[in-house]
Protein backbone atom coordinates (compact mmCIF):
# COMPACT_ATOMS: atom_id res chain seq x y z
CA UNK A 1 0.00 0.00 0.00
CA UNK A 2 1.48 3.21 -1.02
CA UNK A 3 2.55 5.83 1.85
CA UNK A 4 0.63 9.13 1.28
CA UNK A 5 2.73 11.61 2.49
CA UNK A 6 0.25 14.76 2.42
CA UNK A 7 -2.88 15.22 1.08
CA UNK A 8 -2.47 18.95 -0.31
CA UNK A 9 -5.89 19.51 -1.45
CA UNK A 10 -9.17 18.17 -0.53
CA UNK A 11 -12.20 18.26 -2.69
CA UNK A 12 -13.37 21.63 -1.75
CA UNK A 13 -10.56 23.19 -2.44
CA UNK A 14 -10.16 21.23 -5.92
CA UNK A 15 -13.03 22.37 -6.45
CA UNK A 16 -11.98 26.33 -5.53
CA UNK A 17 -9.33 26.29 -7.72
CA UNK A 18 -11.42 25.24 -10.65
CA UNK A 19 -13.91 28.03 -10.01
CA UNK A 20 -11.13 30.34 -9.58
CA UNK A 21 -9.16 29.39 -12.50
CA UNK A 22 -12.74 29.50 -14.46
CA UNK A 23 -12.80 33.23 -13.27
CA UNK A 24 -9.08 34.00 -14.74
CA UNK A 25 -9.65 32.69 -18.14
CA UNK A 26 -12.82 34.68 -19.05
CA UNK A 27 -11.13 37.52 -17.58
CA UNK A 28 -8.07 37.11 -19.04
CA UNK A 29 -9.51 36.40 -22.45
CA UNK A 30 -12.26 39.17 -21.97
CA UNK A 31 -15.02 36.97 -21.98
CA UNK A 32 -16.04 33.57 -23.70
CA UNK A 33 -15.80 34.85 -27.49
CA UNK A 34 -14.05 32.69 -29.82
CA UNK A 35 -12.19 30.15 -26.97
CA UNK A 36 -12.18 26.63 -26.70
CA UNK A 37 -10.70 24.66 -23.64
CA UNK A 38 -8.64 21.47 -24.81
CA UNK A 39 -7.84 18.72 -21.70
CA UNK A 40 -4.60 16.73 -22.14
CA UNK A 41 -5.35 12.76 -21.66
CA UNK A 42 -6.25 11.75 -19.16
CA UNK A 43 -6.88 13.87 -16.18
CA UNK A 44 -6.70 16.80 -18.31
CA UNK A 45 -10.12 16.21 -19.48
CA UNK A 46 -12.06 15.57 -16.69
CA UNK A 47 -10.73 19.18 -15.69
CA UNK A 48 -11.31 20.90 -19.09
CA UNK A 49 -15.16 19.62 -18.47
CA UNK A 50 -15.44 20.76 -14.86
CA UNK A 51 -14.12 24.54 -16.07
CA UNK A 52 -15.93 24.78 -18.95
CA UNK A 53 -19.23 23.63 -16.38
CA UNK A 54 -18.24 26.48 -14.15
CA UNK A 55 -17.60 28.71 -17.03
CA UNK A 56 -21.36 28.09 -17.96
CA UNK A 57 -22.56 28.36 -14.24
CA UNK A 58 -20.71 32.07 -14.49
CA UNK A 59 -21.44 33.24 -18.23
CA UNK A 60 -24.32 31.29 -19.76
CA UNK A 61 -22.01 30.26 -22.68
CA UNK A 62 -21.46 26.40 -23.04
CA UNK A 63 -17.62 26.80 -24.57
CA UNK A 64 -16.44 23.85 -26.62
CA UNK A 65 -14.33 20.81 -25.30
CA UNK A 66 -12.08 18.40 -26.49
CA UNK A 67 -9.09 16.15 -25.80
CA UNK A 68 -5.91 15.52 -26.76
CA UNK A 69 -3.82 12.63 -26.74
CA UNK A 70 0.04 13.34 -26.79
CA UNK A 71 1.26 9.77 -27.26
CA UNK A 72 3.07 10.20 -30.57
CA UNK A 73 4.42 13.78 -29.89
CA UNK A 74 6.62 13.15 -26.71
CA UNK A 75 9.86 13.05 -26.83
CA UNK A 76 10.22 9.53 -24.75
CA UNK A 77 8.02 7.54 -26.76
CA UNK A 78 10.92 5.03 -27.28
CA UNK A 79 10.99 4.69 -23.33
CA UNK A 80 7.32 4.53 -22.45
CA UNK A 81 7.35 1.67 -24.32
CA UNK A 82 7.93 -0.53 -27.75
CA UNK A 83 4.09 -0.65 -28.88
CA UNK A 84 2.62 3.15 -27.42
CA UNK A 85 -0.55 2.75 -26.81
CA UNK A 86 -2.88 5.61 -29.07
CA UNK A 87 -6.23 6.63 -27.90
CA UNK A 88 -7.84 9.47 -30.15
CA UNK A 89 -8.19 12.56 -29.66
CA UNK A 90 -11.67 13.90 -29.65
CA UNK A 91 -12.04 17.62 -31.16
CA UNK A 92 -15.13 18.25 -32.67
CA UNK A 93 -14.06 21.96 -33.35
CA UNK A 94 -11.83 23.50 -35.48
CA UNK A 95 -8.88 25.43 -33.69
CA UNK A 96 -8.15 27.58 -36.10
CA UNK A 97 -8.42 30.82 -34.89
CA UNK A 98 -9.97 30.37 -31.55
CA UNK A 99 -8.17 30.89 -27.97
CA UNK A 100 -7.61 27.57 -26.87
CA UNK A 101 -6.84 26.53 -23.39
CA UNK A 102 -4.77 23.70 -22.79
CA UNK A 103 -5.94 21.92 -19.52
CA UNK A 104 -3.87 19.38 -17.79
CA UNK A 105 -3.48 18.17 -13.84
CA UNK A 106 0.18 18.52 -13.02
CA UNK A 107 2.94 20.42 -14.53
CA UNK A 108 5.92 19.12 -13.78
CA UNK A 109 9.54 19.04 -16.25
CA UNK A 110 6.95 20.97 -19.59
CA UNK A 111 7.44 18.11 -21.70
CA UNK A 112 3.72 17.14 -22.02
CA UNK A 113 2.37 20.60 -22.75
CA UNK A 114 5.63 20.58 -25.40
CA UNK A 115 3.65 18.00 -27.04
CA UNK A 116 0.37 18.75 -26.81
CA UNK A 117 1.32 21.99 -28.56
CA UNK A 118 2.76 20.08 -31.40
CA UNK A 119 -0.55 18.01 -31.64
CA UNK A 120 -2.40 21.01 -31.61
CA UNK A 121 -0.67 22.64 -34.38
CA UNK A 122 -1.49 19.38 -36.42
CA UNK A 123 -4.76 19.98 -36.15
CA UNK A 124 -5.00 23.61 -36.96
CA UNK A 125 -3.94 27.27 -36.22
CA UNK A 126 -4.87 28.85 -32.74
CA UNK A 127 -5.26 32.60 -32.35
CA UNK A 128 -3.45 31.67 -29.04
CA UNK A 129 -2.31 28.62 -26.50
CA UNK A 130 -2.65 29.21 -23.20
CA UNK A 131 -1.96 26.38 -20.37
CA UNK A 132 -4.10 25.62 -16.90
CA UNK A 133 -3.22 23.47 -14.58
CA UNK A 134 -4.24 22.02 -11.05
CA UNK A 135 -0.97 21.62 -9.85
CA UNK A 136 2.44 23.25 -10.64
CA UNK A 137 5.34 21.39 -8.76
CA UNK A 138 8.51 23.26 -10.72
CA UNK A 139 11.48 20.93 -12.18
CA UNK A 140 10.70 22.66 -15.34
CA UNK A 141 13.29 21.44 -17.94
CA UNK A 142 11.89 24.08 -20.99
CA UNK A 143 10.64 27.20 -20.67
CA UNK A 144 6.94 26.81 -20.59
CA UNK A 145 4.95 28.42 -17.29
CA UNK A 146 1.08 27.81 -17.32
CA UNK A 147 -1.09 30.67 -17.54
CA UNK A 148 -3.65 29.64 -14.43
CA UNK A 149 -2.48 27.82 -11.79
CA UNK A 150 -4.58 25.91 -9.53
CA UNK A 151 -1.61 25.74 -6.89
CA UNK A 152 2.06 25.61 -6.64
CA UNK A 153 2.97 22.78 -5.11
CA UNK A 154 6.76 22.65 -4.74
CA UNK A 155 8.67 19.19 -4.40
CA UNK A 156 11.37 16.99 -4.77
CA UNK A 157 12.24 14.69 -7.42
CA UNK A 158 11.86 12.02 -5.44
CA UNK A 159 7.73 12.69 -4.83
CA UNK A 160 4.70 12.36 -7.28
CA UNK A 161 1.57 14.10 -7.36
CA UNK A 162 -1.57 12.31 -7.27
CA UNK A 163 -4.38 13.81 -8.86
CA UNK A 164 -7.29 11.70 -7.95
CA UNK A 165 -10.65 12.22 -9.62
CA UNK A 166 -14.20 10.43 -9.11
CA UNK A 167 -13.66 9.57 -12.79
CA UNK A 168 -10.51 7.18 -12.46
CA UNK A 169 -9.84 7.13 -8.60
CA UNK A 170 -13.21 7.18 -6.79
CA UNK A 171 -12.23 9.98 -5.01
CA UNK A 172 -11.15 13.59 -5.56
CA UNK A 173 -7.64 15.05 -3.97
CA UNK A 174 -4.41 16.09 -4.21
CA UNK A 175 -1.91 13.95 -2.80
CA UNK A 176 1.63 13.70 -2.41
CA UNK A 177 3.60 10.52 -2.01
CA UNK A 178 7.48 9.10 -2.32
CA UNK A 179 8.25 7.73 -6.02
CA UNK A 180 9.39 4.76 -4.26
CA UNK A 181 6.14 3.93 -3.01
CA UNK A 182 3.93 4.90 -5.63
CA UNK A 183 3.25 3.92 -9.09
CA UNK A 184 -0.46 4.59 -10.27
CA UNK A 185 0.58 8.54 -11.69
CA UNK A 186 2.99 9.04 -13.74
CA UNK A 187 3.84 13.01 -12.29
Given at each position: ???IK????DET ?12 I?E ?16 G???A???A ?9 QI??G????T ?6 S???E????N??E?NFS??G??I ?10 R????A???L?AL?R??SI??A?L ?19 P?S????I ?20 Y ?5
Amino acid sequence: MPSIKAVVMDETAMNRALMRISHEIIEHNHGTDKLGLIGIKRRGVPLAKRIAEDIRIIEGVQIPVGSLDITLYRDDLSSIAEMPSVNASEINFSVTGLNIVLVDDVIYTGRTVRAAIDALFALGRPASIQLAVLIDRGHRELPIRPDYVGKNIPTSRNELIAVNLPEFDNRTNVEIHDSENYSNHGQ
